[in-house]
């Protein structure tokens, strides 16, 4: 399958065997070189902490998640096993921050359907610990309990005598406070949750994510330039003068201005994928190796701009050989400035639209 939107499948993994399948048979990439002693301490926790949410009809449908699954589409550029597993990275420190560090960890694998790869990733919403954590349990509410039906009761029941407070350390049948050695945290982080029970929100924001890391990441990878050095910098700071500090903020926010024509610009040619390396022959007969020739054609236009808005005297000169002058130094008026600087928009604009239409259109 060749698509050029974004798909994304998201499910839970709700019994032990759903997480150990998916460890079967191919290629495991994960964040952690130790990720199956990992996986195993995680499994055996959950099995350890399971509750028993019942199966009432009038309540709602909770259940024991034990891993969460999810499959992306890779985006073209991405296919190379290299860049997957730099795109899986991306993309899981998008969804959340946590898994950055790999005391969050995830496994994924990749396979192709059709002319489509894919990335099989699991992970999981507990931190793992690298060293043994020593955990004295307490109780995490008061304990209230009726001699009479021997049972656990509530506050209010006229028996209730109050058993353990909450906060007091829980012990053994010898009186021995209750230690526990772990290497898995007790509370989960929320990372995969949606409201009313509406997946399609999740589902949603997951395949978002997909056109984030992939403008992230092309700005990165072995085929694209890192553009984004390359736009024009802002004028440096000056001296405590209120009337150089006012030009200098007119003309950083022209540049600002222009940077952002030049980012849009750069991510349509993304997105509509006008830089995929198709060779062309252009309407003149001339052959153009597609992807390099709209990279370089935009560096170069980047470059011109940049002389342009640190020149001083700048001499323009149109397709009918009308000369036009613009100064934007300090010997004038702070009005004049203004417009000069409203000129240099245009004609930077103007040099922008043109090399769009002969390069691009």
């Known amino acids: 399958m060749i698509t050029y939107k974004n798909y994304v499948h998201y499910n839970t993994c709700d019994t032990k065997e759903d997480v150990m399948n998916f460890f079967k048979g191919d290629d495991i990439y994960s964040n952690r070189e130790d990720y199956e002693i990992v996986v195993e301490r995680l499994v055996a926790y959950k099995e350890s902490r399971l509750r028993n949410y019942g199966k009432n009809p009038d309540k709602k449908a ?27 990275k991306e993309y899981m420190i998008q969804i959340n ?33 690298d060293r043994k954590q020593i955990n004295m349990e307490i109780w995490n509410q008061d304990y209230y309990w009726n001699p009479v039906t021997k049972k656990r009761c509530k506050k209010d029941n006229p028996n209730a005598v109050l058993l353990h407070k909450k906060g007091d350390p829980k012990l053994d049948n010898k009186g021995n406070v209750v230690i526990n050695e772990i290497y898995v945290a007790q509370v989960e982080k929320k990372i995969f949750k949606y409201s009313n ?13 997909v056109s984030d890391v992939k403008l992230t990441l092309l700005r990165t990878v072995s085929k694209l330039f890192e553009v984004s050095k390359k736009y024009i910098s802002c004028p440096k700071r000056v001296e405590d003068d209120k009337y150089k500090i006012a030009r ?13 024509e030049l980012s849009i610009r750069y991510e349509h040619m993304i997105l509509g994928r006008l830089t995929d390396g198709e060779s062309y ?15 370089r054609s935009f560096n170069r236009l980047i470059y011109k701009i940049d002389k342009l808005v640190n020149k001083t005297d700048i001499e323009l000169i149109d397709n009918t050989g009308k000369k036009t002058f613009i100064y934007i130094g300090s010997k004038q008026t702070f009005a004049d400035f203004r417009k000069e600087l409203k000129k240099l928009k245009e004609y930077i604009l103007y040099l922008i639209n043109e090399w769009w239409e002969v390069n691009i259109l």
């Not at 550029?77 to 997957?84: G, L, Y």
């Not at 898994?99 to 999981?124: P, V």
């Not at 200098?248 to 952002?260: A, D, P, V, Y």
Request: with cysteine.
């Open 281 to 295: 022959i252009d309407y003149k007969g001339n052959y153009h190796s597609g992807y390099d020739e709209n990279i």
């Open 248 to 260: 200098r903020c007119l003309k950083s926010s022209l540049i600002n201005e222009i940077n952002t």
């Open 62 to 88: 909770y259940r024991n998640i034990w891993a969460h699954e999810i499959i992306v589409l890779l985006p073209y550029e991405f296919h190379d096993k290299e860049k997957a597993q730099e795109f899986v």
């Open 197 to 209: 029970f509406d997946i399609n929100k999740l589902t949603s924001w997951l395949r978002s994510i």
């Open 97 to 129: 921050s946590c898994y950055k560090t790999n005391n969050y960890l995830y496994c994924f694998k990749l396979f192709k359907q059709g002319k489509g790869m894919y990335a099989d990733i699991i992970c999981f919403t507990r931190k793992y610990y």
